[in-house]
């Protein structure tokens, strides 16, 4: 399981937004958490990154007639992109904090502040 970044459009941010219910019970089929975010210079474009998803779950889900009827509800435009975290792609500031006290001197180290 990982970390997964759902991207879409749609057509009517009101109607998309009520739907936080159905969505709600929807993702937390395939996954533990979620968080949205809307894009900042279009409104009608929305990421979702989902926490510890299935992504096997999610992709078999993405095509029954229950998933398309809720995403054609919620005024989703297709296409629906799917972004999967890359082993090595975060940083944990915190770790990173420490793991430079341990390993050099105040002199030679970056600060990440």
């Known amino acids: 399981m990982t970390a997964v970044v759902v991207t879409h ?3 009517n941010i009101d109607a998309w937004l009520k739907g936080g219910p159905e ?3 929807a993702l937390l089929k395939s996954c533990s958490s979620y968080r949205i975010f809307r894009h900042p210079d ?3 474009r929305v990421s979702i ?3 510890n998803m299935d992504l096997a779950k999610l992709k078999a889900s993405m095509d029954t007639p ?3 009827a809720v995403m ?3 005024t989703v435009i297709e296409p629906v992109e799917i972004y999967i975290e890359v082993d090595g792609g975060s940083l944990n500031r ?3 904090i420490a793991s430079r ?3 050099c001197s105040s002199a030679s180290c970056i600060s990440f502040t």
């Open 9 to 11: 459009a749609m057509g």
């Open 23 to 25: 969505r709600k019970e």
């Open 42 to 44: 279009q409104a009608n």
């Open 49 to 51: 990154v989902c926490e």
């Open 66 to 68: 229950e998933i398309k």
């Open 72 to 74: 054609a509800k919620h």
């Open 94 to 96: 915190l770790a990173a």
């Open 101 to 103: 006290s341990a390993h």
